[in-house]
């Protein structure tokens, strides 16, 4: 907070600060040396080799996006324009016990792992090599990892469909204990999913053993988040509690008609559970969500929009119902002759939605799946979406608020060390957006429309998007879990 004549690599003049801890916004300067935030307050008699003019916007840390898919994304589309045009600095990747890494080379990946996997990418044997590629050839957006449960069972196991025994569990925890050395932040799991669906509680517990010396994360696209959600919240906080690490619940919902309005139960539960444990939860804000091509009724019973079919790639965009009258056949029929593949499934019900996103202790995370020209339009709009459409559209909460759910929450619940908050000494990850423009664009039509109202996007102190276009910049980095990053 100083007046005195310093020189910045880059000044942003005259914003209004929004810092990502829900404190009210203020007016400042932010001045950027060596990748760094080095002051904030009034810098007007300093000099600087850039200078952004903010006068009129509103200045926060770059957007943490909690919930992405972005593993390979980040190596085979390294400059992330559909992350990086949101305002989004920084992915965590690794999730719904999907990961990039460890695999073996030419080895068959079951559907859901496949969907993140093109062929032409090398594989990675150890999480070491994958956080290895990604130092050698940065991504335009910073990246957080974790080891998927998933990935481990293909990569351990002869048949997917049993409990595993005794040594495929010691072998799967030896590679979670590899992943912990590399600096992974956590384990994730996705029980909701063929591939584990069959993995006991207790399976989960003894392969994720490395996490509990380290404190590290595990996060979980839960079994059930229809009929049985409540037994499932259970079954998360159980594991938690064995192994005394935190817990996130990924992308909270309650998903089908019958349960819709559930989360009247489901989020006070989750509070009063936070009294006794570390939880914290994430979600999107859409009524749809996005995932592999499935038959189960639950499912397919409501809209079903094809994102992407390796068969029938000319189906992406369309309707099931559509698709399924056309060849004369059931939707189920439909459905099994469209795989592998993605959709979009209109599952949940506004209210709920809003319940979510309103929870005090909510992150944002896009749940966004980076393959194809049809994606889920949370790929590209999610987090003006929750700024333009939830915060000042609909008042659902402050501007500040919805700044620290997608900012300062975030970065202290996975522990990314410096960042999420606008401080001296962070890292200048670093978004410039018209708070009363800033809008998704992209819809179920057109999904991949970038979002209007952000101005300028900054990683590690470098101008990576800025009116509308991408500078080019690869300035992303590898985030270690905190005692890694610290050591
Ligand atoms: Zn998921």
Redesign the pocket.
């Known amino acids: 907070m100083s007046n005195d004549s310093s020189h910045f690599d880059l000044l942003i003049r005259g914003g209004t600060v929004i810092d990502g801890t829900k404190a009210p916004r203020f007016e400042a300067d932010v001045g950027i040396t060596d990748g760094r935030i080095a002051a904030i307050g009034d810098l007007s008699g300093s000099t600087a080799g850039q200078t952004l003019d903010a006068a009129g916007r509103i200045v926060a840390p770059g957007f943490i996006d909690s919930h992405t898919h972005d593993d390979q994304a980040v190596l085979s589309q390294s400059q992330m324009p559909f992350k990086i045009s949101q305002g989004v600095t920084t992915v965590v990747a690794g999730?719904?016990g999907i990961s990039a890494a460890p695999l073996r080379p030419g080895m068959d990946l079951p559907m859901p792992l496949s969907l993140l996997e093109s062929p032409a990418e090398g594989r990675f044997t150890t999480f070491a090599a994958y956080l290895d590629a990604l130092r050698a050839t940065p991504s335009s957006v910073n990246v957080a990892a974790m080891v998927g449960h998933s990935t481990l069972r293909a990569v351990t196991m002869s048949d997917l469909d049993r409990p595993a025994s005794e040594a495929e569990i010691a072998a799967m925890q030896s590679l979670v204990e590899e992943a912990m050395q590399a600096g992974a932040i956590g384990l994730s799991t996705?029980t909701?999913y063929p591939p584990a669906v069959k993995a006991t509680t207790e399976e989960i517990i003894e392969v994720a053993r490395p996490l509990t010396a380290r404190k590290a994360l595990y996060v979980t696209?839960m079994r059930d988040e229809g009929d049985r959600v409540m037994e499932a919240l259970e079954e998360t906080f159980h594991i938690g509690r064995a192994l005394d690490v935190p817990v996130v619940v990924?992308?909270h919902k309650v998903q089908n008609a019958q349960n819709h309005g559930r989360t009247r139960v489901t989020l006070p539960f989750i509070k009063e559970s936070m009294q006794h444990q570390c939880i914290s939860l994430d979600c999107y804000p859409y009524t749809a969500g996005s995932?592999m091509i499935r038959t189960d009724r639950g499912m397919i019973d409501g809209r079903v929009l094809i994102a992407s079919s390796v068969p029938h790639p000319e189906c992406a965009g369309r309707d099931l119902q559509d698709i399924a009258a056309e060849w004369g056949v059931s939707r189920e029929e439909a459905a099994i002759r469209l795989q592998p593949g993605s959709a979009i499934y209109f599952m949940m019900d506004e209210d709920d939605v809003q319940r979510v996103l309103a929870f005090d202790e909510t992150m944002i995370g896009s749940?966004g799946i980076p393959v194809g020209d049809k994606p889920h339009p949370r790929l590209w709009g999610t987090f003006p979406r929750v700024l333009g459409h939830y915060a000042r559209d609909i008042g659902l909460f402050p501007l500040e608020t919805a700044v620290w759910k997608m900012t300062g929450l975030t970065a202290r619940n996975f522990g990314l060390h410096e960042r999420g908050t606008l401080k001296p000494g962070h890292h200048a990850d670093v978004v410039i957006f018209d708070a009363a423009t800033v809008r998704d664009a992209a819809n179920y039509e057109t999904p991949t429309r970038p979002a209007e109202g952000i101005d300028a996007v900054i990683v590690n102190g470098a101008i990576t998007w800025q009116h509308g276009r991408h500078s080019g910049a690869g300035n992303g980095q590898v985030i270690l879990r905190k005692d890694k990053e610290v050591a």
């Open positions: 999730n719904c996705g909701f696209h990924s992308h995932t749940d």
